[in-house]
């Protein structure tokens, strides 16, 4: 079974500060993706990752695809109030069976304060 | 236009009832998915249709049967519901592949009393 190691769990931050959220797994993804989801709605997707050492910015954002592709983090400069929600890795380990098969991470939820 | 959509957005029901969670998609996709997302927000596959063909059917009840009539529907029928039913179903759809990009409904959030 492929897990996705995802943290922190919760990020409680001030208005203007940065952070970093990080994903992990033991098993190499074929690609990866992060989402934000905000409450009663459904994840949306931020960015999707393939090649190792990729990196891509997204205004404030920036993801970045390790080197072996068992890992990934999302950083976030001078985070707003507008940031805050639930962000989510999800990784496709490819082959076989697993076809479109997404697996998530347990999720960071972040709160920036005013 | 809304790309991803499942109805009903809200779901109260007693243990023991059978209900459905309809899904529609219109953004061609040739794969859809459900997903349930419990209270601690963790979100896990149930199943996956490409091309109205069952592709992943993760460990779930036989309770839990999906059924999809054509590429752009997916439904999920769930008999005999119990209490640990109680969750977030979201419906998604992709080109599927090995380069997933979903798309996700809102969810429907059921309620089992």
């Known amino acids: 079974t492929q897990l996705l190691e995802q943290s922190p769990q919760f990020l409680s931050i001030q208005e203007g500060e940065n952070l970093t959220v990080y994903c992990n797994s033991s098993s190499v993804f074929s690609s990866l993706q992060w989402y934000r989801q905000e409450p009663g709605e459904g994840p949306v997707l931020l960015v999707t990752v393939v090649t190792g050492g990729e990196v891509k910015k997204l205004k404030r954002l920036t993801f970045q695809f390790g080197d072996a592709r068992k890992d990934s983090s999302l950083h976030i400069t001078a985070a707003q109030p507008g940031d805050t929600g639930l962000y989510l890795c999800a990784g496709h380990f490819g082959g076989g069976t697993s076809y479109g098969k997404l697996t998530f991470g347990q999720g960071t939820i972040l709160t920036v304060h005013p | 236009d809304t790309a991803v959509s499942q109805t009903p957005k809200y779901l109260v029901t007693q243990m023991g009832n059978d209900k459905s969670i309809k899904c529609e998609q219109n953004?061609?996709?040739?794969?859809m998915y459900w997903y349930k997302q419990d209270s601690k927000k963790f979100l896990k596959i149930m199943f996956s249709?490409?091309?109205?063909?069952?592709?992943i059917n993760e460990t779930v009840p036989n309770r839990f049967s999906p059924k999809s009539p054509d590429k752009a529907h997916l439904n999920l029928h769930i008999n005999s519901l119990e209490l640990g039913d109680s969750a977030v179903y979201f419906c998604?759809?992709?080109?599927?592949?090995?380069?997933?990009?979903?798309?996700f409904g809102q969810g429907t959030r059921l309620t089992v009393v």
């Open positions: 953004l061609g996709h040739d794969t």
């Open positions: 998604a759809s992709s080109h599927g592949g090995y380069v997933t990009e979903a798309f």
């Open positions: 249709y490409n091309n109205k063909e069952l592709i």
